[in-house]
């Protein structure tokens, strides 16, 4: 308490802190939703078909450039932009 006393806190000061401090850890805890957990796997689980989706289109899109199978009416300079987007 010395050192604190040094540094020019005062005892009302600390037990001011200590009463705020108090106050603030036994607040009751927030509900949580009964679907709050379903909600964010749904998410999760969308957002990794998205990127799936994704790694497919970028895939098809390699195979195409690599192919050299241009007949869709896609060139080259095309693709590569698609791809430049897409990753």
Do not use: C, Y
């Not at 957990?37 to 990127?51: D, P």
Request: charged share 30%.
């Amino acid at each position: 308490m010395k050192l604190l006393f040094a540094q020019g806190l005062t005892s009302d000061f600390l037990r001011g802190q200590w009463l705020q401090q108090m106050v603030e850890q036994t607040k009751p805890l927030k509900k949580q939703s009964k679907d709050l957990a379903k909600k964010e796997i749904e998410a999760i689980l969308a957002l990794i078909k998205t990127l799936e989706a994704h790694k497919q289109e970028v895939n098809d899109l390699q195979a195409i450039l690599l192919a050299e199978d241009h007949d869709n009416g896609i060139s080259a300079d095309e693709i590569q932009i698609l791809l430049e987007e897409a990753q």
